[in-house]
């Protein structure tokens, strides 16, 4: 970049061209909104048909272009004003030299060099003549020394001081340059492909494009207030709402998996991050899947048998290769089951009441997801389901069906509260019941990040009079939800329910940190765990089962026994503070 260029460049404008894009992502992100929840929803709750159906799919890709496009113009935005935030660094370094130079009695000529005036060292008869001189950028400790020698030996005083200013230019010059140089292939690499098809290439370039934005920009996404390292979800809500509209875009944009599991944040925040890293990773996937399956190898080969050790004619047998080429491609396909399950929960609502929110996911190792049936940010009762034993994303439809049917149901028997039901599948859960189901370590490694999402459920919903919050728990995530309530004093928890429960940890509801009469237990008459002894090692459970006819409920104390219920009064409990400052047992 030369003198004229940098001394003429506004970076201004490409902070208005980074607005203008910002402002076409948020239309993007209305219209997708608009799509989802206005138009297919209402048309799925009141018609049907094969007609209905086929708008139903070409609703569906308008919105995944839609939510490309609000998506790629985060990226773009944060590029535009991360290159405008590094050019006006060295324009604001450009002109600072410009202005003492001619502050000093020296002039800067068109092409960046300095002129300076005739002088008169003291003491020395003679006038020198005035001259121009020509800077160098990035001087190191012997070409400084040197200039500093010819300044001094120059019989005109001037000189030195030009030098310096034309020294000054140069390393501005550079600087323009070298963000020039840098920001050049990120920007021309923000380019989709020419056709209305968002493919899973697409969203790969997503994730490449953010990871060269993200890298390239760092010097202007460090002036943001990076998240509280504490990682308390008082403390997020508090980080978010003190960003700027802009500040909060960049960041989405730029950290859609961070903001996406950052407890306390509220939930159209969550989703709209975390579906954006969902589209990105079943992308990645089915780019990696694709390539996998050109790769089989030979099906079958010739059958030898052990006997003669001769070939057996016509008899053929899958080979070796074929047989690894197979099982992992069963393991792609089963990967995709979770992803494709919460995508069709998207695809499916009806009504703002049972619309999804997005609220935490990871597709790595066994996955997981956090989904919400219903805003929990609005709703009177927020129920948070834990699974237990087996649990992982490849089976996350069943469990968003039953946090779907606890949602209707509540709603039905009370048609004056709002009910959100979540899945909280936020942690590894046992795969096996003789062996990792008898160890308490899963639900050790799990209480903390529940604790914190249920402090968070309470800090982000708009109620004043706060939200009623039922913990429940099923099979092994009865023991995650016991050892949650006993290790947080204060968790704004008023119900909880053990569903198949082998134990919750303690030996007394009391030990729950609520009411003891909020706390419930039940069991199916066939269910297996019936046959477990009270004393079960680590997993302590409370008490023996009483059974009423084809179910069981129990309380730990000697007061009534009444039904489950995910609403009734809350508790004088105060829900403030992080749950992660709580005393444990």
Known sequence: MDYATLKA????????????????????????????????AGMRKTLQGEAVEASQKQLQALAKNFHYTQTECGVIS???????????????????????AQADGCTVNSDGSVTYPAGQKPGDEKVADGGTVTGSAGGDP???????????????????????????????????????TKWAPKIRALKADDDLTVSARDWTDVTSDTGGVRKAADAYLDTIKPPPKNDWPQDNANWWKGLSEEQQEAYVAMHPASIGALDGLPSVVRDDANRTVLAEQRAAKQVEYDAWLKKEPEHYKPYISP???REVKGAMVPTEEWKEWNEKK??????????DAIQE????????????Y??????????RAIVSIGNPDTADNVVTYVPGTFAKLESIGGDMDRALALQMEAERQDLTRSTASIVWLGYDAPQAIATDATEAKWADQAKEPLGNFIQGIEEANHRDSGVNQTLL?????????????????????????????????VHHAKDLNIPPDHVFAATAKNDLINLAPPPAGTLAPSTRRRTWSSSTTTRSSTEPTRPPTTSGARSSRSPTGSCRDRAAR
């Open 9 to 40: 460049l506004k970076p201004s404008e490409f902070e208005e061209a980074a607005d203008g894009y910002r402002s076409m992502g948020d239309m993007a992100q209305a219209a997708k909104d608009h799509i989802e929840n206005t138009v297919a």
């Open 78 to 100: 944060t590029a535009l004003n991360g290159l405008a935030y590094d050019l006006a660094a060295a324009k604001r370094k450009l002109d600072a030299a410009v202005e003492d």
């Open 142 to 180: 012997t070409s400084d020394a040197l200039e500093r020698q010819a300044a001094n030996i120059h019989p005109n005083p001037n000189y030195g001081k030009a030098m310096g200013y034309a020294d000054r230019i140069a390393d501005a010059l550079k600087e323009a340059t070298d963000a020039d």
């Open 307 to 309: 006997i003669t050790g």
């Open 330 to 339: 069963k393991q792609f396909e089963n990967g995709f089951k979770g992803m």
């Open 345 to 356: 929960r998207f695809d499916s609502y009806t009504s703002e009441s049972n619309r999804p």
């Open 358 to 367: 997005l609220l935490g996911f990871d597709g790595n190792n066994m996955g």
């Open 473 to 505: 728990g099923h099979s092994y995530g009865s023991l995650v939800a016991g050892q949650t309530m006993s290790m947080h004093v204060d968790l704004p928890v008023d119900n909880a329910i053990m569903v198949g429960s082998p134990g919750v940890g």
